[in-house]
């Protein structure tokens, strides 16, 4: 009988201090591989890839019955699945050191599909370009490619990495105004309709510079501020500003 709940673990924790655990993961269907009635399956969540393995009767590691297997083998990439196995380690010839869990792998007991993927306009698995228009209407899907999540994760260690320094030299993040009197500076306003004066408008503030000057006049020492910035041009590849007083 399979138990309810989703998982035991995420698919970037294994590793070889788990073989012989059983274990229930839960994730998208990144690879399918099938070696001559051995069928792999590499499946990934947000914190990594695992490798799931199964096969016919005659390579030994079959848990499934013969229905379970086949349904299993044609269910389309980016479909979720919930998978009951057992933590072995690799062959020395299958290792793959490019990821956390590259040294063991997990033999399919059970499974359940959470939910089937239908066809996909843009692939998840690779890096293949597509063009803008498509990426940003199935953008959902864009943010599931390697490439994009980990520049994601990386401004969330750096913003993080930013404020633990600044806080640890005596630094108070303050957060300022979105909605402001216009102040032009470099590039143009956007402007944002008043709904509790009609025919006027708000300006997204291009930089917090004012709200900075009032804090310093006001007698906060040492304060920052990861600020976004409401520029009207053209864009470009900017890296989060940071503003800060000593």
């Known amino acids: 009988m399979l138990q309810t709940h989703f998982r035991s673990h995420t698919c970037g924790e294994l590793n070889e201090q788990d ?3 059983r274990v229930i993961i839960s994730g998208w269907i990144h690879r399918k591989r099938d070696h001559g009635g051995v069928f792999f399956i590499d499946l990934r969540d947000h914190f990594g890839i695992i490798q ?3 096969s016919t009767e005659e390579q030994g590691l079959n848990k499934l019955s013969f229905d379970d297997y086949n349904i299993l083998n ?3 990439h980016e479909s979720v699945i919930t998978v009951h196995g057992v933590v072995v380690a690799r062959s020395p010839e299958t290792i793959n050191l490019d990821i956390n869990t590259g040294k063991i792998e997990i033999i ?4 359940i599909i959470q939910s089937i993927a239908d066809i996909l306009p843009l692939t998840i698995n690779n890096d293949q370009q597509f063009p803008e228009e498509l990426r940003l209407e199935y953008r959902f899907l864009d943010l599931r490619r390697q490439k994009l999540h980990d520049n994601i994760m ?6 993080r990495y930013i404020r633990s320094k ?5 630094f108070t993040e303050f957060q300022t105004p979105i909605l402001t009197a216009s102040s032009p500076e470099g590039a143009r306003d956007f402007l944002v309709p008043s709904r509790l004066h009609p025919g006027k408008f708000y300006a ?3 930089a917090p510079q004012q709200f900075k000057q009032l804090l310093m006049i006001s007698g906060f020492d040492r304060y920052f501020q990861i600020a976004p910035c409401f520029r009207d041009e053209d864009a470009r590849a900017d890296p989060p500003q940071v503003s800060f007083i000593n």
């Open 166 to 170: 600044m806080h640890d030299m005596g």
């Open 74 to 76: 044609g269910i389309s």
């Open 154 to 159: 990386l401004r969330s260690h750096v913003i």
């Open 108 to 111: 399919i007991e059970s499974y």
């Open 52 to 54: 799931l393995v199964t």
């Open 204 to 206: 997204l503030p291009q």
């Open 19 to 21: 073989i012989g655990k």
